[in-house]
């Protein structure tokens, strides 16, 4: 008879995706996950393969966790509060992430995109779709008559993606509320 799991894989990746978030990838060993699970070795190892399968599983949870850009961008009405909103809410997420985690896209970006293509396709992909969302809420927003006609849609969408980015980057280094929110406020008047 097989033996049964002793632990709720489901939690256990929520855990490891928490630790990888505030410790980042290299900087998590695997006894430091042996122990923030509370799962042995072996178990993890037979559960989700080895580490970096684990920190895939992890990248992938945060994605799913994360904000839902199409129900936030995509629906009926006014398009360009919705945007403001967004924007607004990376900047107070930010400036009040106590544990100075960051975004983990972000993270992986600058720690393992560089060497590792697999993750650098990951980051590219979800910058395009976030690109790509807040595109088509401006799009959406010129045709209503929120958005001046002669405003580029994807051309602000990617200075937003770049601000909503670099908002996560600051708040991880520092608490300062009125540098994010002045900085969140500057690339909003690009839709003035």
């Known amino acids: 008879m097989a033996r049964t799991k002793e632990f709720d894989p489901d939690v256990a990746l929520q855990r490891a995706m928490e630790l990888f978030w505030r410790k ?3 900087a998590t060993s695997m006894a430091d996950l042996v122990e923030h699970l509370g799962v042995a070795r072996a178990s993890i190892y037979a559960t989700f393969g080895g580490k ?3 920190y895939l599983l992890a990248y992938e949870r945060y994605l799913e966790n994360g904000v839902d850009f199409t129900g936030r961008l995509g629906g009926a009405g006014p398009a360009l509060p919705a ?3 967004l924007v607004r809410q990376y ?4 400036a009040h992430d106590a544990q100075r985690r960051g975004c983990l896209v972000v993270n992986t970006a600058v720690e393992l995109a560089p060497h590792d293509t697999e993750l650098a396709r990951r980051v ?11 595109a088509a809420a401006l799009t959406r ?3 209503q008559g929120e958005l001046a006609e002669g405003k580029d849609p994807r051309a602000i969408a990617r ?6 980015q670099g908002l996560r980057v600051i708040g991880k280094a520092s608490d300062d509320a009125a540098r994010l929110r002045d900085a969140a406020e500057q690339a909003l008047s690009l839709l003035d």
């Not at 900047?91 to 930010?94: G, K, S």
């Not at 590219?124 to 807040?134: A, C, G, P, S």
């Not at 200075?159 to 909503?164: A, E, I, K, T």
Request: charged share 40%; no cysteine.
């Open 91 to 94: 900047a107070e997420e930010a």
């Open 83 to 85: 945007v403001r909103d």
């Open 141 to 143: 927003a010129r045709e």
């Open 159 to 164: 200075v937003l993606l770049v601000v909503l």
């Open 52 to 54: 970096r399968e684990l």
């Open 124 to 134: 590219r992909v979800n910058w395009d779709f976030v690109e790509d969302t807040l």
């Open 24 to 26: 980042g990838y290299e």
